[in-house]
């Protein structure tokens, strides 16, 4: 059982809270430098597991509530990036870390990519999955009804409405754990919209506060990753994303969607062992198609999810 660490600290008066998992790895195996996770907009520090499991014995693993997430303080009112950048910094200087391994998925992907520009001296390499590099006008309508529905105070039609803009609900397209992962979507949006101080404005920076994806950082080795059928943006135009920053790697998952870490989670903290242990990527599980299940049943489609 690695040693937990959970710490809190301050950025610009807000506070907010980190977790270190301590590398749980002995004898003469890879290593590398600590992987900072940060993942999306309404994401904490504890939904990691599957990738703790992998990374924990080749390096320290770190995950944060930074403001305006999780159990964290709210946001101030304005942009946002610069200082969830700084409190991500703030999270490395307390650990004493020169160098870390990157991590960022969805909404983090834009934090991860910003931080590693603005400081990319400390950051060894960057793993960038679900990249939000464009919202199209029909995401935004879609999300916006689902915001409405909340503000009317019906929580279920907004966690359905949402689950569906997150996931692909096409039957005719291959998303393995479909129906899980729409139940665990679903049920994560409907305790978050009945708990969280922080929902409302959480999807109002997610849709009005894109990051910057317009250039790449120097010298910082980097892997983007998409799932086959992502809905939020394409794995075309990630694809895209990844060439125009000059990523050294961008791979397509088939069978998965948006939540890839969720519906190919080992895969996904696999690839990610991998690539910050500099191994070969080419002969990775999460590269390989997943047969269907016998008896698989497509996630339930919510009233109005067809019209986005």
């Given amino acids: 059982m690695p040693d937990e660490v959970i710490r809190s600290l301050t950025v610009s008066g807000v506070p907010y809270t980190y977790r270190l998992l301590r590398r749980s790895g002995h004898g ?16 904490g520090m504890g939904g990691w597991q599957q990738l703790e499991n992998v990374l924990g014995p080749v390096a320290d693993v770190v995950t944060a509530d930074l403001p305006g997430m999780g159990g964290a303080a709210p946001l101030p009112p304005g942009p946002s990036h610069d200082l969830l950048c700084r409190a991500l910094e703030g999270i490395l200087d307390d650990l ?4 870390v391994n990157v991590f960022g ?7 991860a990519h910003g931080c590693a520009r603005r400081f990319p001296h400390r950051v060894a390499r960057m793993m960038l999955g679900g990249v939000p590099a464009h919202i199209g006008d029909a995401l935004v309508r879609a999300v916006r009804r689902a915001q409405w529905s909340l503000a009317r105070g019906d929580a279920e039609s907004f966690a359905e409405q949402t689950a569906a803009v997150m996931l692909c609900l096409d039957e005719s397209r291959h998303v393995t ?34 990051a910057d994806f317009s250039g790449g950082p120097t010298g910082v080795p980097t892997l983007v990753f998409s799932g086959e059928h992502d809905t939020v943006t394409s794995a075309e135009r990630q694809r895209a994303f990844a060439e125009r920053i000059g ?4 791979l397509t998952i088939p069978d998965a969607d948006h939540w890839v870490v969720l519906e190919r989670a080992r895969d996904t903290a696999d690839l990610a062992a991998r690539f910050f242990t500099d191994r070969p990527l080419t002969d990775a599980p999460c590269l390989r198609r997943v047969p269907r299940e016998h008896g698989e049943r497509p996630a339930p489609v919510p009233s109005g999810a067809g019209h986005r």
Avoid: C, M
């Fill in 28 to 43: 003469s195996g890879p290593r590398t430098q600590p992987v900072l996770v940060i993942g999306g907009a309404l994401q």
């Fill in 177 to 210: 754990r479909r129906a899980l992962a729409y139940r665990y979507v679903r049920r994560s949006l409907l305790h978050t919209a009945r708990h969280s101080p922080h929902l409302g404005d959480s999807l109002r920076r997610a849709l009005t506060e894109p």
């Fill in 247 to 250: 990523a050294r790697r961008f």
């Fill in 96 to 99: 004493r870390y020169e160098r």
């Fill in 105 to 111: 998925f969805s909404y983090g992907a834009g934090l």
